[in-house]
C-alpha cells in the first residue's frame, strides 16, 4: 500500500498478496491499472472456503471454529467474508477473535475456550507469519485443531495448511518484471493467479489430538509432518 500511494513512477510487482482488487492495489486483476502488478496469492473466495472443509473432514462433527483475525490486515476482512460463505454451507458457527500484537495471543485462545470453540481457523497476514510458533504451541495447549495458510505453522506444530506454493508464484513474477524492463506499463500487464497448491498436514499434531485424518485428504498431501 505503501509502494502504491508514495512510489507512483516505480513500477512495482507484488508477490502473494491475497486478494489485491478488494483491498485497493489494482483495479481489476486483468488491467491492474497504475503503476502495480504482480501474483495474487488469492483472488477468489474458494481457497478459504477450502481450509474450513479440510478442518471439517478431519473433524466431521465440527460446528464451531474460532476464527483468529489479525484485525490490522486490509486481507483478512475480505478472507473472513469468503469464510461466511462456506461456513453457512457446512452449518458451522464462526467465533472471531482479534488480535493486534503478539501480547493479544493468550486472551485471545482464552476467550476461545470460553465460547467453546472446537478448532480454529487463522487467516493468512504479516502478523500471524510471525507468529506461527507461538500460534500452533497455543492450540495445541487448548486442544484445538488449527487450519492455516502458511505451511511453516504446520511445521511448528499446527494441524493443517493449503495456500498456494509461494515459490513457484516467483516465476512468472519474474516474466512480469522482463517485460517492464522491455518497456509494458505495470498498468497493462494483467494480476497472475496461482496454479499450483500445496496441503501440509502434521499426522504427529493429529495423533496428539486424538484426530483421524482421512487416508484420501493424506493421499492429498505434498507433505505429511510425522
Known amino acids: 500500500?505503501?509502494?502504491?500511494?508514495?512510489?507512483v513512477a516505480v513500477p512495482v510487482v507484488f508477490v502473494s498478496i491475497g486478494f489485491p482488487v478488494e483491498i485497493g492495489l489494482v483495479q481489476s486483476l486483468a488491467h491492474p491499472g497504475g503503476n502495480l502488478t504482480g501474483i495474487?496469492?488469492?483472488?477468489?473466495?474458494?481457497?478459504?472456503?477450502?481450509?474450513?472443509?479440510?478442518?471439517?473432514?478431519?473433524?466431521?462433527?465440527?460446528?464451531?471454529?474460532?476464527?483468529?483475525?489479525?484485525?490490522?490486515d486490509q486481507y483478512v476482512g475480505v478472507a473472513v467474508a469468503s469464510l461466511a460463505l462456506a461456513a453457512n454451507k457446512?452449518?458451522?458457527?464462526?467465533?472471531?477473535?482479534?488480535?493486534?500484537?503478539?501480547?493479544?495471543?493468550?486472551?485471545?485462545?482464552?476467550?476461545?475456550?470460553?465460547?467453546?470453540?472446537?478448532?480454529?481457523?487463522?487467516p493468512g497476514a504479516a502478523l500471524?507469519?510471525?507468529?506461527?510458533?507461538?500460534?500452533?504451541?497455543?492450540?495445541?495447549?487448548?486442544?484445538?485443531?488449527?487450519?492455516?495458510?502458511?505451511?511453516?505453522?504446520?511445521?511448528?506444530?499446527?494441524?493443517?495448511?493449503?495456500?498456494?506454493?509461494?515459490?513457484?508464484?516467483?516465476?512468472?513474477?519474474a516474466v512480469q518484471i522482463d517485460k517492464i524492463?522491455?518497456?509494458?506499463?505495470?498498468?497493462?500487464i494483467p494480476v497472475e493467479q496461482p496454479t499450483r497448491f500445496e496441503l501440509y498436514i502434521n499426522l504427529n499434531t493429529a495423533r496428539l489430538l486424538d484426530l483421524t485424518v482421512p487416508p484420501t485428504l493424506l493421499a492429498l498431501a505434498d507433505e505429511v509432518i510425522e
Open 40 to 72: 495474487a496469492a488469492e483472488a477468489v473466495t474458494e481457497t478459504n472456503q477450502k481450509r474450513l472443509q479440510i478442518l471439517k473432514e478431519i473433524v466431521p462433527d465440527l460446528k464451531r471454529v474460532a476464527v483468529l483475525r489479525a484485525v490490522d
Open 1 to 7: 500500500m505503501a509502494a502504491k500511494k508514495l512510489a
Open 181 to 188: 524492463i522491455k518497456g509494458t506499463s505495470p498498468a497493462d
Open 90 to 122: 457446512l452449518g458451522i458457527t464462526l467465533l472471531p477473535a482479534d488480535i493486534r500484537s503478539a501480547d493479544d495471543l493468550e486472551p485471545a485462545f482464552a476467550d476461545m475456550k470460553r465460547s467453546e470453540a472446537e478448532a480454529v481457523l487463522v
Open 128 to 173: 500471524v507469519f510471525q507468529l506461527s510458533k507461538e500460534i500452533a504451541d497455543l492450540a495445541l495447549a487448548a486442544r484445538l485443531p488449527s487450519s492455516h495458510m502458511f505451511r511453516e505453522a504446520v511445521i511448528a506444530g499446527g494441524l493443517v495448511s493449503f495456500a498456494p506454493d509461494r515459490k513457484e508464484m516467483t516465476r512468472p513474477a
